[in-house]
């Protein structure tokens, strides 16, 4: 665990992990930061380590369904009109906590698929644990954000969600987390309508697929907590992604432009996300081993 210093880490001793700075209103996590900043274990130049997700395995990792674009244009495309209900109740999912992949870690293809795809998304993280909160409390209780990058094997996923249960294996192979950069007080500048004016991009083998802003999004942050929390607790290190944005995904870009424009990854492919503040997760694609 260190403090990003311009293009430096100052590192705070060994064995300190993020869970353990969580569980209050920020307080732990300001007080690292002043201790790193002040008087480092040591400091390396961020270029010379290799960077780990900031949780290796959340307690839980919640994915919603958070931008209108991206669920329209899928939807219309399918021949489908919105439902109702999507306005109404902040849907997600839960992946798996355990297939969390580093920022800059290899992607083995999963099993059973030839339509690989990437979901450019941001992950806030849970710092306090609660229950049953309102938008603004559940607001509070975020300890900061994240690039994430929502993997998804749409030939498995379609299978599965046609028996009305899932997404499962078509999503529970991999999930990459960037690590933790920004707390809520340093994006605060950007706030905008429910989110914050922040650049999303994703590119695949250095060639711009997807553009969007997180301002974007339908649902906030908070409304999403809280509807987590409803009936039961949320807790330090959850993970709460917020679904794809529009433009984020080979889904969306192949219903649109066709798939000779938009081809599934395989392996050899290289897909970098990237949210302005947040910074850059760049996964490369690999065949499995003992296939």
Known sequence: MGLVVDDA??????????????????????????????????????????????????????????????????????????????????????????????????????????????????????????????????????????????????????????????????KGFGSTLRPFRATPDEIDPYRKDKAYDLAMTASVNGKEYSRASLADIYWSFGEMLAYASRGTRVVPGDVIGSGTCGTGCILELSLVHGEDAYPWLEPGDEVALEVEHLGRAVNRVVERKGR
Request: one cysteine or more; hydrophobic letters at 40%; a negative charge.
């Open 9 to 170: 880490i100052h590192a705070l001793q060994p064995g300190v992990r993020l869970m353990d700075l969580l569980g209050d209103d920020g307080g732990r996590l300001a007080e690292a930061g002043e201790r790193a900043r002040a008087k480092p274990e040591e400091v390396l130049e961020v270029g010379s380590v290799r960077l780990h997700a900031p949780i290796p395995t959340p307690p839980s990792v919640r994915d919603f369904y958070a931008f209108e674009q991206h669920v329209r244009t899928a939807r219309q495309r399918r021949g489908l009109e919105m439902e109702s209900d999507w306005y109404e109740l902040p849907v997600f999912y839960f992946t798996n906590p355990a297939a969390i992949v580093g920022p800059f870690d290899e992607v083995p293809m999963p099993p059973g698929t030839r339509q690989l795809d990437y979901e450019l998304e941001v992950a806030a993280v849970v710092g306090m644990d609660g229950s049953d909160l309102d938008p603004d409390e559940a607001e509070r209780h975020l300890a900061g954000f994240c690039v994430m990058n929502d993997w998804s094997a749409r030939d498995l996923q379609r299978r599965e969600m046609r028996l009305c249960l899932g997404p499962a294996k078509g």
